[in-house]
């Protein structure tokens, strides 16, 4: 079970717009920025929003973040194949020494 | 450019101990922490814990404190994560990351180590 919660799954048509959830509590999300990252199959994680809603340097301005309380959303707009992936969001929990907590994740399939 | 490569997979028995690495180039090694992230197959991302070469200063996620070890070797520019008795239960990718803060954002992650624990 993941401190924080996501959709397991999200589907979209080729330039629909998207949007993922994540929700945690006072000791994440509530007091902290969120991060999301992207798994394409077999290949290692990246960085695709961070302090909410900041995006990389290389990453398309098609993909948005936000949050709100203790809430949080990544929104991906103009769908395209290549955005098929695994979509994690991310925080640091205040609880006991700190730590990093993930969501479940949710798996965007591109109809 | 900013990489960070990690050892070969690995197959091992239950209750063999295991040290696996992360290698960072094109920075700094010391001003950056490395953390470890584990995926267990079909699974999410979890986070094990991290550590700062700098001064080797470690902290762990409350369901791997105790599993694991976390270490570096500055000299070398390279960190670990280490078992001392493996279990079947241990199989899965790991992957090494690098962030400029404890709480911060990962932009630079290792390839993965594929660990697999079979008897």
């Known amino acids: 079970q993941s401190v924080l919660t996501q959709p397991p799954s999200a589907s979209g048509t080729p330039g629909q717009r998207v949007t993922i959830s994540c929700s945690g509590s006072s000791s994440n999300i509530g007091n902290n920025t969120v991060n999301w990252y992207q798994q394409l199959p077999g290949t290692a994680p990246k960085l695709l929003i961070f302090?909410?809603?900041q995006r990389p340097s290389g990453v398309p301005d098609r993909f948005s973040g936000s949050k709100s309380g203790t809430s949080a959303s990544l929104a991906i707009s103009g769908l395209q194949s290549e955005d098929e992936a695994d979509y994690y969001c991310a925080a640091w929990d205040d609880s006991l020494n700190g730590y990093v907590v993930f969501g479940g994740g949710t798996k965007l399939t591109v109809l | 450019e900013v990489q960070l490569v990690q050892s070969g997979a690995e197959v091992k028995k239950p209750g063999e101990s295991l040290k696996i690495s992360c290698k960072g180039s094109?920075?700094?090694?010391?001003?950056?922490?490395i953390g470890w992230v584990r995926q267990m197959p079909g699974k999410g991302l979890e986070w094990m814990g991290i550590i700062y070469p700098g001064d080797s200063d470690a902290r762990y996620s409350p369901s791997f404190q105790g599993q694991v070890t976390i270490s570096a070797d500055k000299s070398i520019s390279t960190a670990y994560l280490q078992w001392s008795s493996l279990k079947a239960s241990d199989t899965a990718m790991y992957y090494c990351l690098r962030t400029p803060g404890i709480a911060v954002a990962a932009s630079c992650w290792g390839q993965g180590t594929l660990v697999t624990v079979t008897s």
């Open positions: 094109g920075y700094t090694f010391s001003n950056y922490w």
């Open positions: 302090s909410n809603n």
